[in-house]
């Protein structure tokens, strides 16, 4: 467990001057700055709407390329940078020699890009909160401060989250194998293309297919057409292709554990 | 015996890269890893750190065994391994505090160890734009961070000028000396390696083909008379007439076995007086490679 820590640490202290470490503060926040100045230009034209409306257009209009595009390009991007530091490096070698056990490099690895998603994550429901707040108060004609959804936004990124670990698995097996870009690269956008036709038409069998869980999680959470707006809001955190995501990113994990146990630093 | 092997052997696809190698580097001393380019000497160093599993024999460090100890016996050594691995978009400071923060040593010691290999004035420097002698003494700094008992080095002295590799040598010789250290070091040049090393290895394509004391290799490796002359067929003739054993005659030279100062005279005086002019004569040591021809005809 000490060797876990101590490479997790270390995790942090060599990427906290990369790009993979900001962008996982930047897209969030650019995103929400973003929105934001949109608000606030077209302020006039929203003013009628009910506080709630407003609120889902706000999440919303981050939410719905989040699933499909954003979420699944970015894990790609983790997946690849928190490896390609070693494969730039070359740092694979001492990584192996350290007295550590493989591991415990390898676990700290892997949960420090889990760790980036999730922080990246969590941030998107602090800022769209923040910028929905922050709105009320500089066009308090817009009434943003009459509904509240910080619990359901919660929710929506945490399952987010559940349903991105499959694809993050993959990719971070990917990327730990190969040291270019261009192959996790291609395959992941591949897959993520496949994945959102599969899910966009509704096919029985998407939720099955790791890439097409965010947007299986944005499509399949709200309730729709049931009876009652505060109805709507109700989330299914627990849907089968969180299942599915849970199950893939435990099986690559531990089917990774066992390549890097064999792996042999050329 | 700080490092002891039987039978090591290791196969890339179908190329066996280790025959069956039985390395003894006994404790304290500077054992030379000697062997040309694609001789098997990195693969032997990443079996020895557990980085490569090796196909058949036993890998015993410290008298315990690496597959059962790798993580104590890994503590106990520092290592170089080809290119210095070094996170480019990190300082050199920032590298070894890195490497401190895994091994759990003091940020003091950093300090230490940059001042040793002279990189306190770089030390905020980003290790991208460091020159190649100073990505190599940084990757030495790395490599002695944890106060190693043993130091495993591939070809440390790689990309260094002249004043950089002296340091190293006196560096790594002063460690054995005064910090009772093991040092085990790889290189394909004999002359590095005669200047520091107590033992030597020597292997080609694979296998050992000379292990000992660097006494044990200079008793072997016999150094020549160069003899460069007008005519050195008829020079070599007259010579062998008078009993020498020519080794080798090339349009301009010719190589005698060399036995003493009075016998290159000798040799000198019976040329002058057959009328054949000598241009030079001198002492000449062998080269690495003569030596493996040596030894393997030996063998």
Redesign the interface.
Known sequence: MKGFILSFRSEFYKSRKTLGFWASIMLPLLIGVLLFVGFYSKSEKLVSFPPMVLWLQFAGAILGIMGSLVLPMYIIFIAYSVNSIEHRADTWKTLFNLPIPRWSVYAAKYFYAVFLVFTCLALFVLFTIGFGNLLSVVKPELRFDNFHMEKELAEIYFKLFLSSLGILSIQFLLSLLWADFLKPMGIGFVCTITGVILASKGWEYAYLFPYSHPMEAITTMMHRGEGSPAKQLQIDVFTKDVFVSLGVAVVVFVAGYFIVQRKSVK | MVINTEGLSFTFGKQQVVKSLALQVPEGSIYGFLGPNGAGKTTTI?LL?????PDAGEIRVFGQDIKSHR??I??Q?G?L???P??????TGK?NL???A????VSSQRVDDMLSLVQLTNAANKKAGQYSLGMKQRLGIA?AMLANPKLLILDEPTNGLDPNGIIEIRELLKKLVAEHGKTVFISSHLLAEIERMATHVGIINGGAMLFQGSIADLHAISKPLVRVETENTVDAANLLTRNNYNVTEVTDQNLFVPYISKQQMGEINALLNKNGLAVYSIGKQQKDLEKLFLDITQNA
Do not use: F, M, T, V
């Open positions: 990443k750190l557990n980085l490569l599993k993580i104590e890994l503590s050594i290592s391994i080809e290119q691995a070094i996170y480019q978009h990190l920032e505090l890195n490497r923060l895994l091994l759990g790395l």
